[in-house]
């Protein structure tokens, strides 16, 4: 079984260029994550979606950041412009439902963006 | 709020040593207790979890855990560690739906 696929696996821009970044989670998984994980850091929740459903955004900055996972399947989170302190991993994970109880969190190797 | 600490950010440990990484967190009522291992390149795994009931929890790749309510501690342990422990390791607390994860410690393991 596949797991969950993120692409593309490193991307350099440069500061105030677009960025996008994709997630295919793992198939029959309703609930997807968006966390940011910063050097020396552990990740810390950007968005989670029941399926195409933005349930949890509290911590996406809106004003640069958004996602969109609009057939409840793959997901793009995208930062327009980027800033040089977004120079850090994006990681992506999926789960059949949202509950942590019964529901492990499956994480994609991240995509790591570095601004210039 | 919940919060997580892991007070050592790197350790060394010869190939075939125990191993304990710790993990304190800070949670209003009982909580749920993660750890995840990272290792390069790789997504983070789940190594073992607890939720309820019996306080030893036993993970994969021989690995447990212990919780203790009354020290706010969810130590990570492993008897033997092999070279291919080397990691990193995340210690994470859980609501219903969230997970918050500590820094991390990295795991070096010498010959």
């Known amino acids: 079984e596949a797991g969950v696929v993120q692409s593309p696996r490193y991307k350099i821009i440069e500061k105030k260029q677009p960025v996008a970044f994709w997630c295919n989670p793992i198939s029959g998984h309703n609930t997807l994550y968006w966390y940011l994980q910063n050097l020396g850091q552990g990740p810390e929740l950007l968005i989670r979606y029941e399926n195409e459903e933005a349930v949890d955004d509290s911590q996406l900055p809106k004003d640069r950041f958004s996602a969109e996972r609009l057939k409840g399947v793959d997901s793009t989170l995208k930062i327009q412009p980027a800033e040089l302190g977004d120079s850090a991993v994006y990681l992506c994970?999926?789960?059949?439902?949202?509950?942590?109880?019964?529901?492990?969190?499956?994480f994609g190797p991240g995509t790591r963006l570095t601004v210039l | 709020a919940q919060s997580v600490t892991q007070p050592d950010i790197h350790i060394t440990v010869s190939e075939g040593a125990s191993l304990e990484l710790r993990c304190n967190y800070s949670y209003g009522a009982t909580p749920y207790l993660f750890w995840y291992v990272q290792s390069p390149g790789q997504g983070l795994q789940l190594l073992l979890k607890?939720?309820?009931?019996?306080?030893l929890v036993q993970g994969i790749k021989g690995f447990e855990a212990e919780f203790k309510r009354s020290q706010s501690s969810f130590n990570l342990r492993k008897p033997s560690v092999h070279w291919s422990d080397a990691a990193e390791y995340f210690c994470a607390v859980g609501s219903r739906y969230a997970l918050n994860f500590g820094k991390g410690t990295s795991l070096l393991v010498t010959p």
């Open positions: 994970a999926s789960s059949l439902a949202a509950g942590l109880a019964l529901n492990e969190q499956f």
């Open positions: 607890y939720l309820s009931g019996d306080t």
